[in-house]
């Protein structure tokens, strides 16, 4: 049987926990959404290709809005950036927060730019005391101007800095204690830095504020051997998905969806893909987790080499124009 | 004695200093006796310190080049995709992003190209007339589909009633020529060089093209957009004129008499095509209202 250490008191997991098992909106499924509205429990859009958008995309989102629970993820809010806060991106935050109905607004614990520049990537920040205190002002900031909670994300990192002075998952912590804020805990970026820093992914994740946790994300990765990259062109790995099922065991109870950026197959396969979570869930009472360890991720041996087909980290979504 | 660690402004200014160099992680440019690879981040087990900050340089320029080829499809098919990134490379060193969105990543393209012509030859010779051509072309091909990205994503008139051919009807005959019109919030003029919309649309269309460039004879177009899909319409030089002085927000009057002079037409040839083109502005909805100053 498996030791439930912190849920005892937890109740059984339902598939419904939070919204249930949503799916990313991508515009190549704009029209299989508008024919079938198929019976996925949420959706989940990048923020920033909607909040300018006065065209189709916005039209579907809208749309989309009035049938399914909407949660609007961003990829530009540069939270440890030094460069001053965007009020300006804020308040379109806001208010197509409160025109869609979002449930939620996230971002990532990163960096996008500095100097007035958007390097349109994840960034990483020095884990330290200095950057702590930075972060934890600029949450309580945006917060004021959101009028809401925001959720961050844990990102995929590829670097570590001779200036962290902690390690992820304990400066994830206290930026939750600091904060009272809320998790978007994504099981496949700590899975890849477990990879890419040597280190035991189930040892994050025990680190986890149970209750904090309002939504995962699962997603592809690109296994290079040497390293691996987020690069959500691909179907989830075990590995993942064992993580996935600890983190049930742990007791985390959370909306759960799937990222699909690069090679976005059929709506049909990305929807599939995320329902397989309920296998792993009903499981996640009648089996012990097996989540790789750090010496088997550092080895490769419990990996698959090559799952995915890029090499860019978190690929970005460019809208393209429909021309008749 | 002991070293200070370098601040979170001061780490970050150097990160992205080094992904966003353009000769990679390595450049001269980037020595700095405190500020290394080595001095800032720790290898792993599988990679170096520099391995390991080249996942971020590489993936900088691809990330940014494969949203410009996606928005720049038909210069693309024309280039071929390493010409494409030479060209985007260069304006991406040059203009760098500073949106929080993806949007505006190629907003500056055009202006960089044009600015950065002066390589090619300007004498008779057939190679540098060649050059010329294809550059014009390429030039037309940018411009294009960057009015089709923004004709996309901004404001339409989906959802707001606009004048149809009755509408002006109602006006009093000598108020007529006084009337201004406030043209579609998606109405673009493009006055190009070439065809350049029949190689973007068979592009879109078909993904491939015929190897032959198309005809290089100016062309005025209208780019609108109808049910949030973009639509290009041809127009004739004099139609393109009297939109593009309308546009402006000349009264009907005054935009006739500037189109009567600068094409040197009487009054009568132009005022029978006026009314043909009014029923067609209406039909593609270019205008939205009018007003009587």
Request: hydrophobic content about 40%; some cysteine.
């Amino acid at each position: 049987m498996f030791y439930f250490e912190e849920d005892s008191e937890a109740e059984p997991y339902s598939a419904q926990a939070g919204l249930g098992l949503g799916v990313g909106l991508r515009t190549a499924h704009f029209a299989h959404i508008l024919t079938h509205w198929p019976s996925v429990d949420w959706f989940e859009i990048i923020s920033e290709n909607f909040m300018d958008c006065q065209g189709r995309p916005r039209y579907v989102l809208d749309q989309i809005a009035e049938r399914y629970p909407i949660v609007m993820h961003g990829v530009s809010m540069s939270i440890g950036s030094t460069d001053p806060l965007n009020i300006e991106y804020l308040k379109k935050l806001k208010r197509l927060a409160s025109e869609t109905n979002a449930q939620w607004i996230s971002d990532h614990v990163c960096w996008t730019g500095v100097a007035a520049k958007n390097t349109h990537d994840l960034l990483p920040i020095p884990y330290n005391e200095e950057t702590l205190l930075h972060v934890c002002d600029r949450i309580r900031t945006v917060q004021d101007v959101l009028e809401r909670p925001l959720v961050l994300e844990n990102p995929s990192t590829y670097v570590t800095f001779r200036d962290s002075t902690m390690s992820k998952w304990e400066f994830i912590r206290l930026l939750t204690v600091e904060t009272g804020r809320q998790l978007l805990l994504d099981v496949n970026n700590v899975y890849v830095s477990s990879v890419n820093h040597d280190f035991d992914p189930k040892q994050y994740l025990d680190s986890i504020p149970i209750d904090r946790v309002v939504q995962f994300h699962l997603a592809g990765h690109t296994d290079l051997g040497t390293h691996c990259i987020d690069t959500h062109d691909g179907k989830v790995v075990d590995n993942v998905w064992e993580l996935f099922r600890y983190s049930h065991q742990r007791g985390i109870r959370a909306s759960t969806l799937l990222e699909w950026d690069a090679s976005i197959p059929e709506f049909d396969v990305v929807h599939n893909e995320v329902l397989k979570a309920k296998d792993y869930l009903r499981s996640a009472y009648e089996f012990k987790a097996t989540p790789p360890t750090r010496q088997q991720v550092s080895s490769g041996s419990h990996r698959h080499v090559r799952t995915g087909h890029s090499d860019i980290p978190q690929p970005a979504l460019f809208t393209t124009a429909e021309v008749e | 004695m002991e070293t200070k660690n370098p601040s979170l402004r001061s780490v970050q200014q150097w990160m992205q200093a080094v992904i966003m160099h353009p000769d990679g992680v390595n450049s001269d440019e980037l020595v700095n006796d405190e500020l290394t690879i080595d001095n800032m981040i720790l290898p792993s087990r599988q990679l170096t310190s520099q391995q390991r900050i080249e996942v971020y340089s590489n993936a900088y320029y691809a990330r940014l080049l494969e949203c410009m080829r996606d928005e720049f499809s038909a210069v693309v098919a024309l280039l071929g995709e390493e010409i494409f990134n030479s060209f985007a490379f260069g304006y991406l060193q040059s203009y760098p992003s500073a949106s929080y969105t993806l949007a505006d990543l190629g907003s500056q393209f055009h202006g960089f190209l044009t600015d950065n012509r002066d390589s090619l030859g300007d004498d008779d010779s057939a190679e540098s007339v060649e050059d010329n051509r294809w550059f014009d072309f390429m030039l037309d091909l940018v411009l294009l589909e960057r009015t089709y990205s923004e004709v996309f994503s901004g404001p339409g008139i989906e959802n707001i009633e606009t004048l149809d051919a009755d509408a002006l009807s109602a006006v009093a005959p000598a108020l007529v020529g006084d009337i201004c019109l406030t043209p579609a919030p998606c109405m673009r003029l493009l006055c190009l060089k070439s065809r350049a919309h029949e190689y973007a649309i068979a592009v879109r269309k078909s993904g491939t093209t015929s190897a032959e460039l198309p005809r290089m004879v100016e062309t005025c177009l209208v780019v609108t957009r109808i049910n949030y899909v973009v639509r290009t319409i041809v127009v004739e030089p004099d139609e393109f004129l009297l939109l593009q002085k309308l546009f402006e927000g000349a009264c009907l009057d005054s935009a006739i008499a500037s189109v009567v002079e600068k094409l040197l037409l009487s009054e009568e040839q132009l005022a029978g095509k006026v009314a043909d083109w009014f029923k067609r502005w209406a039909m593609d909805r270019l205008f939205v209202r009018f007003s009587i100053p």
